[in-house]
């Protein structure tokens, strides 16, 4: 199955809680939120007011909270009372990866690890048993409308690879540069979770009421 998850980094926070309605009623599937810390990665983002914000709004899709902040550790509960479904961070921002995917798991989320462009992807090994969700990063993080990588493709055919091997019930998302034009190009590559940010998010159209429906059904 695929699924759609647009990056709310390129929605217009004004007014963020009809952004996502139109983008879940346009087709969308799962809720990007991307968490940044003006730290680990060189933006600031919201936080886990954000999140419960949506869920008061009425959001019941999955919220795929992505962390891009360091240290991981302490913020993982106030994302999972404010109502995270994934909760997922890149190995370089904790101490200790399997006690993160512990607390993750704990808290009551599902948990995944991702893997920035030229981060290996040896810690697999004896990650993925653990893992409901891989996030491979096809730009650098920390912003979006960046151009996607193409040696990322080969990522994810091998976590793909590994995934199937194992049997796992692990997503593969990717993150970055993607929209209609490269989409099942990322696919054939064995993706099945596909963020998209600005590709969603610019193309609107003010004379269309539904105007996410065109860029979401092209995907
Ligand atoms: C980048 C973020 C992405 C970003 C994707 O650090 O993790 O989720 O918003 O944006 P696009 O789809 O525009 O590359
Ligand atoms: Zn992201």
């Known amino acids: 199955m695929y699924q759609i998850a647009p990056s709310i980094l390129s929605a217009n926070f004004a007014k ?7 983008v879940l009623a346009a087709g969308a599937d799962i809720v990007h939120f991307d968490v940044m810390d003006n730290h680990y990665v060189p933006n ?5 007011l954000v999140c ?3 869920r008061a709004h ?29 909760i997922t961070f890149h190995p370089e ?12 798991k704990e808290s009551g989320c599902k948990a995944g690890l991702v893997f920035n462009p030229a981060t290996p992807l040896d810690i697999l090994e004896y990650m993925l048993p653990k893992l409901d969700m891989v996030l491979l990063m096809s730009v650098n993080p920390g912003f979006g409308g960046q151009k996607f990588i193409p ?22 998302e990717i993150d970055g540069g993607v929209g209609p034009a490269n989409i099942r190009e990322v ?8 963020v998209a ?10 004379a269309d009421k539904n105007q996410f429906d065109t860029v979401i059904a092209a995907m």
Do not use: Q, W
């Not at 600031?44 to 886990?48: E, N, S, Y």
């Not at 040696?151 to 593969?172: E, P």
């Not at 940010?197 to 003010?206: E, H, K, L, Y």
């Open 44 to 48: 600031l983002t919201i936080g886990p």
């Open 151 to 172: 040696y990322t493709l080969d990522k994810a055919r091998k976590v793909r690879a590994m995934i199937d091997a194992g049997g796992y019930n692990c997503l593969l």
């Open 187 to 194: 696919a054939a590559a064995g993706v099945d979770t596909f």
């Open 58 to 86: 009425g959001v019941t899709a999955p919220i795929d909270v992505h962390l891009m902040v360091k240290p991981v550790d302490r913020i993982i509960p106030d994302f999972a009372k404010a109502g995270a479904t994934f």
């Open 93 to 104: 921002a904790s101490e200790h990866v399997d006690r993160t995917i512990g607390l993750i």
């Open 52 to 54: 419960d914000a949506l």
């Open 16 to 22: 963020l809680g009809e952004e996502v309605d139109n």
């Open 197 to 206: 940010g600005s590709a969603i998010f610019n193309a609107r159209n003010a």
